[in-house]
């Protein structure tokens, strides 16, 4: 069964409209969608290599603006809900602290969940809920997602026959992989 689904995401990865599901699961994957957008994008390259700057650009220009659609989505629950509820309870000036803790070091929070496989949008909805500057945000996001989705694109463009005969003969291993790297993020997440 495993078999079959990595070769129907290869061949998926190979149609026409590809990258517009690409464009799509970057974006949703910023704010709200549990799988990254690398489970799309590596078939991807793997099935036309020579797409492979294309195909990290659209991964990263969606990503970005997934990333706004959750700062927005933590900008604005947090004034119209957060806020008041905290407030109401006397924590408003315990979450001003907070808020100034967290964007001290929000250049590197953005920069770490952006590169590693944390998940990015807990970051994104965080970066909006704690009011950081949009301008600090969104330069590091661009950096981040570049060096994440580009640096993917160069090892499977240069490497990328040796590594999809590697991925297929340890299919189950990689997925297995993948899926303690996916749990471990949201392992991580509980204790952030």
Do not use: C, Q
């Amino acid at each position: 069964m495993l078999k079959r689904l990595y070769d129907f995401t290869i061949a998926l990865a190979d149609h026409p409209r590809a990258l517009w599901l690409l464009a799509v699961v970057s974006f949703a994957e910023s704010s709200i969608f549990p799988i990254p957008p690398d489970v799309l994008m590596i078939p991807m390259i793997l099935a036309r290599p020579s797409r492979a700057w294309l195909i990290a650009l659209v991964a990263l220009v969606s990503s970005v603006l997934g990333g706004l659609a959750g700062y927005a989505i933590g900008a604005l629950a947090y004034d119209s809900i957060g806020l008041p509820i905290l407030t109401t309870l006397g924590k408003a000036e315990a979450m001003a602290a907070f808020n100034e803790t967290f964007n001290g070091v929000g250049f590197w929070a953005v920069l770490a969940a952006g590169v590693t496989p944390f998940p990015y949008k807990v970051i994104t909805i965080m970066s909006g809920w704690t009011g950081m500057p949009l301008a600090t945000f969104m330069v590091t996001s661009i950096i981040a997602r570049g060096l994440r989705f580009f640096v993917v694109a160069a090892l499977l463009w240069k490497f990328g026959a040796p590594i999809r005969d590697f991925i297929e003969k340890r299919l189950g291993l990689m997925f297995i992989l993948f899926v303690l790297l996916l749990l471990g993020g949201f392992a991580v997440l509980r204790f952030v």
